[in-house]
């Protein structure tokens, strides 16, 4: 088994790129600590982080006065070019030239950055050299376990008034109440993405999928990183036979029964995968250029946004359609935490802050730009604010987020996740 080039570092790990290799050097981070108790209730209380970080309990004015001229770093996802000319660009432009704050950026992903944290708490480093970071879900969740994270602080936010609060898919992060701890900054939905003159009728159902799938040998594939298996957990949430199931407390018996349907599933079509399975794309932008170059008929994104953002880029070809079938899938939003060891507090509340204002998620809901969704309750808004995000121009290549919310799967608990990935390599990676 093979896996095209190495699984990217984070929640995944890496793969052997040497051929015919079946060994995995682990898709999962294997963080001992990680696992402890992992079976019981994830809404369980996490011991809050120990801060001495003063900004938490200063007045806004006090906080704009402290972050003016200093420098804040971030660690982000650097994956995809358009959200780091964005950040580095528009954001950075903005946040020197009007409140002479210098941005940094590290490009750390999942489990590189809990390391890092955990290795900084161990040895007692405090300060540390980040500011901000970009988590969501199993990083979340991680960071929680070790008291990595200052918190709550959210509500000091004055933006935060904005939040769409009443919104489940924001307030919890893959079914855990963000308490303060994380805020959110972008909703998305999973899609799958189709050449429309290729695939005229792109499958709606899983049996659908399957038949399309055999039907079309070679055609399909996904990625195993985090898109990958995103799709994966729709078809996981699709085989349980209940949509809600992974909302509550994970059972054992509901994921054995649930994942081997799953591994059923995959062992069904895999023959009739892109190269007949025994390889699978490292990343979404492998998949991509795969689609790009005719090689598959379907990619895929974790951003119903992105379909548009990519064919303006050339990444994906102008026949791209994005779509939802009708099983579902996921839908979530990504969020920003500040360390608990971050050196500068201040600066980094004021650029949260900034990052969930009007003005910077217009600019990056634009499909041009990012089409990252919004987090903001429009009704909240003023009219003014309301009739820019209306006229967002440029999304022509899904159904708008208001028709795909009908189809919208929450997010499994942070350890439906961990055992997909722990599964799909023991499962399906490592035997021939």
Known sequence: MEVEGNLSSGLYGQYSRRRGCRAAAGMLVTFPWLFGGCSGDHRAAFPLASSGQSALQ??????QEA??????????WDGDS????WMQGWVSQQ??????IQLEFSGLRGSELVGRMQVERDAGRDPGDIDVVWINGETFYQLRRISALQGPFVQQLPNAQWIDWDDPFISTDFQQPIEGYECPWGSVQFALIHHSSRVVRPPQTLDDLSRWIQGNPGRFTWDVSFTGMTFLKSLLIELSGDRQAFTRPLADSLWKTASVRLWDWIRGVRPYLWRAGQTFPEDVSQLHLLFNTGEVDFTMSSNDGEVDNKVMQGVLPDASKGYVPEFGSIRNSHYLGIP???????GALFVIDFLISPAAQLEKAKPEVWGDGTVLSLQKLSAD???KFAGIPGRSRAPSREELRERALPEPAAEVMMRLVQGFRREIIDVN
């Open 58 to 63: 200063l007045p806004w004015p006090a906080v």
């Open 340 to 346: 608990s060891n971050a050196p500068n507090v201040a």
């Open 385 to 387: 604010w309301r009739e």
């Open 95 to 100: 946040l020197r030239e009007k409140h002479g």
């Open 67 to 76: 972050a003016a001229g200093s420098r804040v770093r971030i660690a982000m």
């Open 82 to 85: 358009a959200i780091n000319r």
